[in-house]
Nanobody, 128 residues
């Protein structure tokens, strides 16, 4: 049974930073791409960033480019999202997701339907 557990969310002032972590278990973590998504109230869940199995390929939504960094530590079965220069519009529930259908790819899937397992989500609130 694949389990993803996010941590690191919270309340921060605009301009501040947070680091989200997602610990995976029950899968061969090092083989799969991982993604971070977010969902604000009344909005659809959108991709924020994704990283392939090795970390050699990453994707960022335009809204977070230059501010967020996705990384992974395969030895720790953990993927991270470093969020800097946070803005009130970054307020959302953040979810990590695992794409275990494809392994050892040099690309990432951008749609949420391409991800098979999801964490429970962690709230990020940025005050102005």
């Amino acid at each position: 049974q694949v389990q993803l557990v996010e941590s690191g969310g919270g309340l921060v002032q605009a301009g501040g930073s947070l680091r989200l972590s997602c610990a995976a278990s029950g899968c061969t973590f090092s083989s799969y791409a991982m993604g971070w998504f977010r969902q604000a109230p009344g909005k659809e869940r959108d991709i924020v960033a994704a990283i392939n199995w090795s970390g050699g390929y990453t994707y960022y939504a335009d809204s977070v480019k230059g501010r967020f960094t996705i990384s992974r530590d395969n030895a720790k079965n953990t993927v991270y999202l470093q969020m800097n220069s946070l803005k009130p519009e970054d307020t959302a529930v953040y979810y990590c997701a695992a794409d275990i259908t494809r392994s050892y790819t040099d690309y990432v899937v951008l749609g949420e339907r391409g991800y098979d397992y999801w964490g429970q989500g962690t709230q990020v609130t940025v005050s102005s």
